[in-house]
C-alpha cells in the first residue's frame, strides 16, 4: 500500500521561504518518477516541479529560479525548498508518485497524496 504524507505547508510573506516534504512509504523514492503539483481555488491543477530516480528535473516555468525539487534517498522522502515566495504560489500542494511514465508535469500519476496548504501573503 502506497501511502504519501506531505508536510511542511503554513503560512508566509511574499518573498519568504518553505520547505515542503513528503514521506513515502510502500514507495521507493530511489526509482519511478516523483513530483509535486498544486491547486488554487478555482484553479486548474498545475504540476510545479518533477524528479526522476537518477536526479532528472522538470520544471514549470512559473516557479523556475525559486522553486527546487530534490530527494532525500535516506529518508525516502520528497522534498520542495520553495524561496522567494508570491502571493501567486498560494495553494493546496500534493506529492505525486509512479513507477513508470517519465518526468512530467501531467496530472496523471498513480499515487497522491492528501495535500498541505501554502499561504502566501
Known amino acids: 500500500h502506497v501511502q504519501l504524507v506531505e508536510s511542511g505547508g503554513g503560512s508566509v510573506q511574499s518573498g519568504g521561504s518553505l520547505r515542503l516534504s513528503c514521506a513515502a512509504s510502500g514507495y521507493s523514492v530511489s526509482q519511478g518518477y516523483m513530483a509535486w503539483f498544486r491547486q488554487a481555488p478555482g484553479k486548474e491543477r498545475e504540476g510545479v516541479a518533477s524528479m526522476s530516480s537518477d536526479g532528472r528535473t522538470t520544471y514549470a516555468e512559473s516557479v523556475k529560479g525559486r522553486f527546487t525539487i530534490s530527494h532525500d534517498k535516506a529518508k525516502n522522502t520528497l522534498l520542495l525548498q520553495m524561496n522567494s515566495l508570491k502571493a501567486e504560489d498560494t495553494a493546496m500542494y500534493y506529492c505525486?508518485?509512479?513507477?513508470?511514465?517519465?518526468?512530467?508535469?501531467?496530472?496523471?500519476?498513480?499515487?497522491w497524496g492528501q495535500g498541505t496548504q501554502v499561504t502566501v501573503s
Open positions: 505525486v508518485a509512479e513507477r513508470y511514465g517519465g518526468c512530467k508535469l501531467v496530472a496523471d500519476y498513480t499515487y
